[in-house]
């Protein structure tokens, strides 16, 4: 029988840390004509309500972004911490290339206890061979779920058009705990 530890993958950014309200803040500061709030990144594609200047080099690749980010919330760490101790945790990330230094730094400074083997990076995240997914980008919230196995969404302006059908988590206070009753009720 299969003892393995079941593997619950955690997206990074805009589900451990906050990336978008960090790369706004950065928009905003540079073009105070046009300040840009969450509710309207209702998508993924931001070229439609960024500054016509703004490229999505300078919104995503701004050098030290990903350093920089905050964690979710004051529970984030300890939830994850708690998770270690039953689980396989890995942390994937749909970086871009020139981002995962800075994204492993941060990992180092704020998640010293994942080792760089839990670290991956990964866009197509429906090919990793996880039990549970948590996650905020509906694509990935999608594919997982179609994949069969268990998600948890995290709700954010740009994925309002699937939350009726995930179950959903917007803070980390008890994130573990849920992780358990939905992984022990599937059988295998
Ligand atoms: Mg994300």
Not at 29 to 53: A, R
Not at 107 to 136: C, S, T
Request: proline share 6%.
């Amino acid at each position: 029988m299969n003892m393995r530890k079941k593997i619950v993958a955690i997206d990074m950014d805009d589900t451990i840390c906050h990336l978008i309200p960090k790369a706004l803040y950065y928009h905003n500061m540079q073009y105070p004509g046009l300040q840009l709030m969450m509710e309207q990144v209702t998508s993924f594609d931001l070229s439609g309500i960024w500054h016509p200047e703004c490229t999505e080099e300078a919104f995503f690749g701004r050098p030290g972004l990903y350093e920089e980010l905050d964690i979710f919330d004051e529970y984030t760490i300890e939830e994850i911490r708690k998770m270690t101790e039953k689980y396989d945790i890995i942390v994937i990330t749909a970086a871009r290339p020139s981002s995962v230094p800075e994204k492993w730094n941060w990992m180092q400074k704020h998640l010293p206890f994942i080792p760089f083997e839990n670290f991956f990076v990964a866009k197509r995240k429906y090919l990793v061979g996880f039990d549970l997914l948590i996650d905020d980008g509906p694509h990935n919230i999608i594919a997982a779920s179609e994949a069969g196995k268990e998600t948890i969404l995290i709700p954010r302006p740009w994925n309002a058009h699937i939350q009726h059908q995930y179950q959903l988590k917007d803070n980390w206070q008890g994130m573990s705990d849920l992780v358990d009753q939905m992984l022990a009720s599937k059988t295998k």
